[in-house]
């Protein structure tokens, strides 16, 4: 898996210049459901992966508790 850290996710998200027409909570949702779905797969390394949807849930929960602007700002690279 590439992405490792919040950061690289709100890095991602902001470089597929989706606009308004994505919201980040729903890139973030799908990312999760992406992984999820991945664990079932027999011939790859779980760990990765499980630590990526513990980083989707945390910005999950930052994006309902400070909201989507807020946590775009927290996170990106400068």
């Known amino acids: 898996m590439g992405i490792q850290s919040a ?19 729903s890139f973030v949702n799908n990312e999760k ?14 760990t990765p992966v499980k630590n990526g949807i513990k980083i989707l849930e945390r910005l999950v929960n930052e994006i309902n508790e400070t909201g989507q602007d807020a946590v775009i700002q927290k996170y990106q690279k400068k």
């Not at 950061?7 to 994505?22: A, H, K, P, R, T």
């Not at 459901?33 to 779980?46: A, I, R, S």
Request: glycine residues 4%; aromatic residues 12%; without cysteine.
């Open 7 to 25: 950061e690289e996710y709100i890095d991602f998200f902001i470089n597929l210049n989706m606009g308004d027409s994505v919201t980040l909570l």
């Open 33 to 46: 459901l992406v992984l999820k779905q991945k664990l079932e797969y027999k011939n790859l390394e779980k």
